[in-house]
């Protein structure tokens, strides 16, 4: 089994960046496809980005691309999330999220294992 932690999450001014990170313990993240979703106040939560478990694949929700992107590091055992040219409608909590069975989803229930979240709000 494996934790996830955020960290990363602040208040920017619209057209800034932040960069979001999820460190996991327990297992090596390599195993696993990994994902971005974000839950606004009042909404359902919402795929954000996935990356495959080879770090090759990526696919991104419609409005966030081009101004974000998703990485990571097997070594480090972190997975992290650019944002860049943010917008008001980017304030969330994000949270990242591992799939076992490695389906490169966008489905919220294909995931195994959830972070706490991180808040990231940005002022207009």
């Known amino acids: 089994q494996v934790q996830l932690v955020e960290s990363g999450g602040g208040l920017v001014q619209a057209g800034g960046s932040l960069r979001v990170s999820c460190a996991a313990s327990?297992?090596?993240?390599?195993?696993?496809?990994m994902g971005w979703f974000r839950q606004a106040p009042g909404k359902e939560r919402e795929f954000v980005a996935v990356i495959d478990w080879r770090g090759i694949s990526f696919d991104y929700q419609d409005s966030v691309k081009g101004r974000f992107t998703i990485a990571r590091d097997n070594a480090k055992n972190t997975v992290y999330l650019q944002m860049n040219s943010l917008k008001p409608e980017d304030t969330a909590i994000y949270y990242c999220?591992?799939?076992?069975?490695?389906?490169?989803?966008?489905?919220?229930?294909?995931?195994?294992?959830w972070g706490q979240g991180t808040q990231v709000t940005i002022s207009s």
């Open positions: 327990g297992r090596a993240l390599s195993v696993y496809d």
């Open positions: 999220a591992a799939d076992s069975r490695r389906r490169f989803s966008r489905a919220v229930y294909d995931y195994d294992y």
